[in-house]
Every structure is written in C-alpha cells, then in structure tokens.
C-alpha cells in the first residue's frame, strides 16, 4: 500500500520492530495514575490523591480481544486515555512491542500513536462537526503523511468508507447528517485510515441502539479477522463482552480483580465481585427467568479517593474476614484455573447455562 | 406497487445505508473533488439573500469611503456659505445643509471613510487581541489562563470610553508612530486596546469546551500538533460566536468614536466623520434634526450590513444550520 | 448479602379486573420548522392492577412520548396530541381541562425519568423535595412531612435515612438519588407508576437494586408499573406483559414468556437475534439491517418493511398484504398474542 515511501525513509519495522509470534503486543505492568485533588484558587494546594487506576497488570496478543469490564468510575476509560497516550502514567509502564512508551521519543512516539488507535464511546461529540466526513476519515493522513500520497486520498478515503459499510458518496457530508451507528462507523474509518495495530475501543456501542449494536459489534469482528487487529474492549456491557472477547478481565476501583478466558471469567467465576456483578445481569432466555440466583450488594462503591485498606472490595464483600482488610489479595491463580485477587476465591456459577 | 412506493422504498434503503454485508472494496471515485469547511460555506453563502444584502450594503458604504467624489454629486464638502446655515433638504441639496452652511449629503459622504476606517481597524484589533489571547488562555489553561484572564478582567474594569480617553489624551505626548497622532488610527487602536475582553472570554470559553472534546481527544491520539489541533479543531468551533460579536462591536467602536469626539479627544474638526456629525447635531436637535438623522440612518445602514454579513456567515460556518 | 429469587410473572391479563389504565389509538405529532414528526401513531394499551407493562422500543419508536402524553408533560407546542383516549378512573383525560387533568393524575398517576439528578432541584435538600409532595398535595405541616420523607426514604431502602434526609441531591450516589425519585414518585400512593428508562444511567448491580426495589413496591401496594426500557434483559425478568413499539406504534404484544420464546413480529425476532446475551457466548449476531426511521418520513405501508428479511412485495404478496403499500394493523393471531405484521403465521411458525 505505501510503496512508494519505502527508499531512505525509515519504515515502520525499523522504528518499532515486531514482536515474536506468541508475545504479547502490548502490556501493562503495575499501571497506576492518581490525579491530585486541590484546593484554593489560586494557589492549589494538593489534598489527596483520586487513585483512578491503580496497579493494572494486563497483556493483549496480536489478533486478539481483551474485554474490560467494571461499572463507572471503576478506572477502565483512564486506562484506555493512558494507552493512547492521552494521559501520562503516575507510576508503572506500557510496553508495546517490548519497549517503554514512557521512554518513547520523537519518531517512535508518533509511530505508537499510529499504530494504537482509540475508538470512543459517544459519536455525536467525536467527530468534529464542522468536519467533512472525508476530511476526518483523512485527518491522519495529515499527520503520518507516508501512510497515503496526497494524490490517491480521496480513493482511499472512500475505500474506507465502503469497507466500514458507509456509502462513498457521502464523503462531502457533515456528521449532523449521519445516525449514531453510521457515525460511529465514522470513527472507526477514521482509526483504520492509520492502519493500526491495536485498537482501544472504549465504549464503542453503549451509545447505540439496540438494534444497530450488532451491526457494528459484528464491523467490528470483520475487521479484526481482515486485519489481525487487537482490541482492547473497554465496556459495561458483559453481554457484550463476553460475546466479543477472548479474554476478560473484570476492573473494580482502580485495579483487577479478576482475568481469564471468556468462558472461564462467566463460567467459573471466582472472585465474589464478578460474581456479583454477573449476577446483576439480566438473562434474555424466557426460559431462564427466575432460575438465577441474584445476589444483591449492598452499599456503594467507595471513593477512589480514599479506598479501603486491603482488599478493595472487603467493605461490600460477604465473605470479608480480618485477613482482607490488612493483605491486599494479589491476582493469581488460586486454583481455578485463572488468576483471581480474592483471599477465599472459589468458582461459582451465576449465570446460568444456556438451555438451548 | 407503485412507483412512488418504490422510490420511498429505495430512499429508504439509501438512508439505511449498506450493512455489514463486507464486500471487497470496488469504489468509484464519484466524486473528484473533496469540499472543506471552507468551500461548502461559501456555496452556503452564495446562495443566502441575507449575506448577499448585507453585501451590497456593504460594498455601497465601502465604495463611499473609497471614491467619495462619486457619491457626493461633485459637491465639496468644504465648501460651505453661512448664508445656507441649517438649510433643510431640497432637490439640489438632499440633505440639506449642517451649521457651518456646507452641503451635508458631500459630509456624510466624506465621512464614511473615517467612520468605517475607526469601525474595521477596531474591530479587526478586538478580533486579533481577543482571539490571539483568549486561544492562548484557554488551550494552555492554568497558569497562563490564570494571568491572562485576571488582566483582562483589570481592562474589564476600566469603562471603554474612559480608557480610550486616557490613551488618546497622553498619546501626543508619547512620540509611538500611530497613537501620537490624533487621526483615525490612533482612535482605533484606543477602542481596540479597551475593547478586546469580551471578544476574548467568547474565544476562551469556546476554547475550554472544544479543547475537552472527544475530537480533540482523538486528534492528539493521532499524534496530532497542538498548532494542527488548534487550527483545524479549536478555531474553527470557536470562531463562531465571536464572529457575530466582531459584526455589532463595528457599530459599537463607530458610536464610540462619536462619544471620544464628543468628550474632545476624538477626532477633530476640519477631520469629517459620523461620529463628529452626530456629536454636532445633538446641540441643534430642535432647530435642525436632519443634522443628526441623516447620519444616525447611514451609521444604523452600516451596522447592519455588518451584521448582516456576520450572521450569515456563522450560520455558513455551522453545517448543522444547513438543509 | 441477599440473594432473592426472581418472582414468577403473572400471566397475560390475569391480574385483576377491570383495566387500571386504557390507553386508546393515541397519536402523537410534533410540528418543527423543518415538518411535521409523527412520534405516535395509533398505540393503544390497557394496564391492569398489580401489572408490569414493559414497553421496548429504541430510541425515536415513540415509547417515552406516549408516556409523556399520559403525564400530560409534553411541551405544547411542538408536540400535540391528534387523537386517541387516555381513560384513567372512569374519565378520558385527554377531554377534561387541564386544572382538572392535573388534580386527577396529580395523586393517581407518577412518573420517574432515567437521569435522577436533573429531575431533582440541587438548591433543596432531599427530605424536603420529598416532603413538598404532601405539603403541596396534601397540606401537611412542614414537621410532619419531614417526618413522612424519612419513613420514605426507609421505604426505598436509603441507609441511614433519618440522617441523610438534610442531605443536598449531589451527595448521593446515582442509585441513591433514582431511590429518592421513588420516593417522591410513590409518596402519594399512585394507583400506576410509569418508569422511564429507570436504570438506564445505573450500573448493573444498582439497576439490579434498583429493579427489586420497583418490584417489591408493586407487590406492596398493588399498582400498575408501566415499565419503559430498551433493554431486552430487563422485560425478562420483571415484566409480565411487553409490548414492542418501532416508529410511533405497537409491533407486537403479549406475555414476555410468549414473545421472548417465540417472536410474532421480524422486528422483535431481529432484536432477539441481534443483542449478545450474558448466557452463552453465542455465535455471530444477526443485525437488524439499516436504521431506526426518520419519523417525519415514515416508510409507507408497513414502516419495518424496509429492514425486513420478510418482507413481500408486488406480485410476492398476497392481495391487500403488500408490505409496501398496506399497513399491518395490530391484530390477534394467536390466542394471548396480537402482532402488526401480514404474514405474522409465518413468523411464528403457526
């Protein structure tokens, strides 16, 4: 596709080489970003800390879909600010292919931010509105002018369109005049144009119809198979995740509490917040309703501001003992098969099983 | 079925738009030409009758204050007779004459260009220090917003006739190129430099809500420039509303101008301008209204114009306003 | 902890007798400047004491108007109500003046809406927003009504409610503020409550909260919920009856158990195949094509035909069932199921 730059110029490869087949693409180890609370006008003084995010540990492989889920205010959209570089990381790393984003400069920077697109949650506020949809879809052209010549854009551009089933002809619309679904197929033009590696997508279909959902969810899984994209899939939706990902890692107040594969993290849940949290979740199967045993938190979430000591969880958790509110659980595998930050995790089945 | 029927229906499927059912892309380019924001405003523009009267207003009073020998049937506007003092309209005098006995059509005439002169260079000052600034205060935020908008509130708190007073009062003293001399440059950088706050707390709150933006978000996530965003994203959405206010401030600065002259800073006779021609007039209210009518009408035609040409353009410049 | 098992639903139309609410051929129009958007066309629905109505539809299928019209708090203009009957304790509202109108829903009939902080006044505690129901509708003193909230806010299971009851609406959570919307939306014992994508803005644990919360009121008191809502997940498992809606009008009705097992109408048979379920991880999901209608161009005949992979048209349809020309009433077609569809049969299989 881009022949015609290859010569003196740096190629991809040389700025950020490829990983081995088999090694995680990108990873996050210990990732933490607390934001200061202040007071004052104009002199602030800093009070406390929100910890939004605090000690991720997760990996994504190329071609695969890691599902993040938990409810608001739980971390996942900093997270994904942080993974496109929107934010900067209190304390912690990013690899992507093996090296520290933090340490990035110049050049290899700018090719990270090619190669990891972010795709957002609300359609009508992330397209510019006096855009036309041609001049977003090629924005990035802009800045990585060695992706497309000048001279072909607009063929690309409307290449683009047609892949993400939007009629080419609209190229000279506004975004007013498109659905929340066409929109947001939009956005996801506009972070393919860069041909990119690993796609944050952060709440891609909470803000569409029910009936529109599905058509992007299933774009969406076109691509990756077209493309060997990996996804980060940020969402609160858990039936939408699991359908999606192959992974799942379940987030609550800053930090993991669980991961595994799809069918382990709804099938055998084990830490006592995914349980309830799957639990929670509405069955669609007539013939599944009422057989499913609810469990009911109580309370709310505490601020992240001030989290409990210990486990995060403890304060809402039935099977809270001394132990959790002194040792913080780690998140390992405590013999179900996939790791798990609770002291007395053990599998349990909440959703019930699909009866056809 | 019928055939209305089935253009419903194939209207339909056009706004569904294609689904998910992927084919290899095959696109015809149908279009050759890629539109801006730009160029589909102008197509807006050409086709509004209100930008286009605005215009024509505009180029008449723009022409008067260019070639103003043209519109004041020959007529020099110095050249004047007591014995005429006061004249009312008549067919060889339209409109009439003002106290010294001169023909008051070639004043008004002659004044445009001073008038209109003070009103753009004002506005295009509030424009430039109002955008420049308030851009800078609210993308870089902080400390920079923090010092930027606490002077722009010490301006706020000096009233604009006052400020520009004091400039042009201790201007002749001062030796700079433009503001020691009392003509209509000077008098537009006075009203520009007490005038710019308003245009820049527009600019800045627009900068501060499009700066936060998914668009912009996603811009930076790109890789994008700050100058890139700020050019391609920020101005864009927040030139807007300032636009509009630029449009009224023209007759705002022009009115003021007549105030300064009225308070004795402004301009000075023999210098001929609207302001000077209604700051005049005021005193003969009772014996000679045409002396403050006639250019009190073309100062409100001006305005207008100006306004007129705002409004249409910022509805141009916003594509959710079109059809 | 708690662990509740989910009621069993009440079969269609067996919850008491006469119908609570009889809503009749409503029609809904708004007239902008760019036409003239026709958001209800001709629904019509009866809610009887002690049932959950679940009215699912996506956004702009006229769901949340025809509540609006029911509540009379439709801004007028744009929007006006064209036709039909709202018939509520023997009186069509739509026929009485509104100082009448308002004194018979006023106590009988209360809504709560999906965004519970800006339903809610921030300059007034919410022991006093909750007291102001009886101070204005009843004239209770002002102690009495404080007293009242508190008993309220306990009902609605707000921790602590005698010390939160001076507390400002921003100083609760979102699930606690859609409680004290409750609140102040059962203060008066309404003989029907219409809950407008109550949980929408909640997260899943507190929706689950908030659902139990809803249902264990209705099992209390005995009125009508008229439950609005997008999601498929929710009429599952609280609503007796559904009734689906897609641009202005009502597709298909029926008991949920009915309709979720055996779809009447390809519009719902779409939306079941088309949203991932938290019980399998599925295969592909089957999207409906296309998108919701612009409701000022309504598509004629039946206004689904255009997404619809059953579609007959011309010489396929039988006569007077062209798709794109006759527009499907809302019919019987089995017992306990009506559906506006021509060849709803095949649908169903029957």
Known sequence: ?356 | ?323 | MTILPTPAPAPWGSAGAAPLLDVEDLHVEFRTRSGVVNAVNGVSYTLAEGETLAILGESGSGKSVSAQAIMGILDSPPAEITGGKIWFEGRDLLTLPAEEQRLVRGPGISMIFQDALSSLNPVYSVGFQIGEMFRAHRGTSRKEAKQKAIELMDRVRIPAAAQRVNDYPHQFSGGMRQRVMIAMAIALDPRILIADEPTTALDVTVQAQVMDLLKDLQRDTGMGLVLITHDLGVVNEVADNVAVMYAGRIVERGTVTDVFSNPGHPYTEGLMSSVPQVESDGGRLVPITGQPPNLSAIPSGCPFHPRCPRRRLGAQALPGRDCAGDVPPLRLVVPGREAACHYSEEVLGV
């Open chain 2, 1 to 323: 079925m019928t055939d209305q029927q089935q253009k419903d229906l194939q209207h339909d499927e056009v706004q569904a738009g294609t689904t998910t059912g992927l084919a290899a892309p095959s696109v015809d380019v149908t279009s050759s030409r890629q539109n801006s924001l730009w160029s589909d405003a102008w197509g807006q523009l050409r086709r509004s009758a209100i930008f286009w009267t605005g215009a024509v207003l505009g180029v008449i009073f723009v022409s008067m204050a260019l070639f103003p020998s043209l519109f004041a049937r020959g007529v020099d506007p110095r050249d004047c007779d007591l014995a005429n003092s006061k004249g009312t309209p008549s067919a060889a005098h339209w409109l009439g004459f003002d106290q010294q006995g001169c023909d008051y059509l070639a004043n008004v005439v002659y004044g445009a260009r001073n008038s209109l002169l003070i009103g753009v260079l004002g506005v295009l000052g509030v424009l430039l220090l109002g955008v420049v600034v308030g851009a800078i205060a609210g993308f870089y935020g902080r400390l920079t917003d923090s010092v930027l908008s606490r002077i722009a509130d010490i301006f706020y708190a000096l009233p604009l006739i006052l400020g520009a007073l004091v400039l042009l009062r201790v201007g002749p003293s001062t030796g700079l190129p433009v503001i020691s001399e009392r003509g209509p440059g000077a008098v537009a950088v006075a009203l520009a430099a007490f005038g710019w706050m308003t245009a820049m707390r527009l600019v800045r709150s627009q900068v501060i809500a499009v700066k936060s933006s998914d668009y912009v978000a996603a811009a930076r996530a790109m890789g994008a420039s700050d100058f890139r965003i700020l050019v391609r994203h920020i101005l864009p959405n927040a030139v807007a509303p300032v636009l509009v206010y630029a449009t009224i401030t023209i007759g705002v600065l022009i009115a003021a101008e007549a105030t300064l002259t009225f308070l004795g800073v402004g301009l000075q006779p023999p210098a001929i301008s609207w302001g000077l021609q209604i700051a005049q007039g005021q005193s003969l209210l009772r014996t000679a209204p045409h002396l403050v009518l006639f250019p009190s009408i073309i100062l409100t035609l001006t305005v207008m114009a100006f306004i007129l040409m705002g409004d249409a353009l910022r509805d141009a410049l916003d594509p959710r306003q079109r059809s």
């Open chain 1, 1 to 356: 596709m881009s022949e015609d730059v290859a010569g003196s110029l740096p190629t991809p490869e040389d700025v950020l080489p490829n990983v081995p087949e088999g090694a995680p693409l990108l990873e996050v180890k210990d990732l933490k970003k607390y934001f200061p609370l202040t007071q004052g006008i104009l002199f602030k003084k800093t009070i406390g800390h929100v910890r939004a995010v605090d000690g991720v540990n997760v990996s994504l492989r190329r071609g695969e879909t890691l599902g993040l889920v938990g409810e608001s205010g739980c971390g996942k959209s900093t997270v994904s600010k942080l993974l496109v570089a929107l934010e900067k990381p209190s304390d912690g790393q990013i690899l992507y292919k093996g090296k520290d984003v933090a340490k990035m400069g110049g050049r290899a920077l700018k090719q990270y931010r090619r190669e990891v697109q972010i795709i957002f949650q609300d359609p009508y506020a992330s397209l510019n509105p006096r855009m036309t949809v041609g001049d977003i879809v090629a924005e990035g052209w802009s800045v990585h002018a060695d992706i497309a010549p000048r001279k072909g854009r607009l063929q690309r551009t409307q290449e683009l369109m047609d892949r993400v089933g939007l009629n080419p002809d609209f190229v000279n619309r506004y975004p007013h005049q498109f659905s929340g679904g066409q929109r947001q197929r939009i956005g996801i033009a506009r972070a393919l144009a860069l041909q990119p590696e690993v796609i944050i997508c952060d709440e891609p279909v909470s803000a569409l119809d029910v009936s529109v959902q599905a058509q992007v969810v299933n774009l969406l899984e076109d691509l990756q198979d077209d493309f060997g994209l990996s996804y980060l899939f940020i969402a609160h939706d858990l039936s939408v995740v699991r359908h999606i990902s192959d992974r799942v890692a379940v987030m609550y107040l800053g930090s993991i509490v669980e991961q595994g594969t799809a069918s382990q993290v709804y099938g055998s849940p084990s830490h006592p917040y995914t349980q309830a949290l799957l639990s929670s979740v509405p069955v669609h199967q007539p013939a599944l309703r009422g057989l499913k045993e609810r469990i009911l938190l109580q309370g709310d979430v505490p601020s992240p501001a001030n989290p409990p000591s210990g486990c995060r969880f403890r304060t809402r958790c039935w099977k809270a003992q001394d132990i959790c509110a002194v040792e913080p659980p780690a998140l390992v595998d405590r013999g179900q098969g996939h790791p798990s930050a609770c002291h007395f995790a053990e599998a349990r089945e909440v959703v019930p099983v699909d009866v056809e």
